[in-house]
């Protein structure tokens, strides 16, 4: 799963697909709406890896369906999540609702 952020600037998309053509069309599916968008993009490929950059309209708290085509052969699929979180490495979809108690007992009634 790719994390984007609901930006207008450009954001990069770094996969390992199938073939490595040197343009591919990119789609999103918004899961929430079933809508699909088809954004213009760059493509470059480095040590196996291929990085898809472009300017993304995505919604905060939304799950993508990701296609990535060469022609009308899929090379790669994936979802991707959109959060306004920059920390990825401790997400947490609990951020800002759940509430941690703070008690210093910790005794247990036994009946």
Known sequence: ???LQESASPQSIVIIPR?????VTLQLV?????TTATPSVSVSSADGYMTI???FSL???RYYGLKVLDGSTLIYRD?????SQTIF????????????????NNEFVII
Do not use: L
Request: hydrophobic content about 20%.
């Open 89 to 104: 490495d401790k997400y947490t979809v609990n951020e800002g609702v759940y509430v941690e108690e703070n008690t210093s």
């Open 53 to 55: 950059s472009g300017t």
């Open 59 to 61: 919604k905060d708290g």
């Open 1 to 3: 799963m790719h994390i």
């Open 30 to 34: 918004d899961e929430s709406r079933n």
């Open 79 to 83: 979802r991707v999540f959109v959060t």
């Open 19 to 23: 073939t490595y053509p040197a343009s």
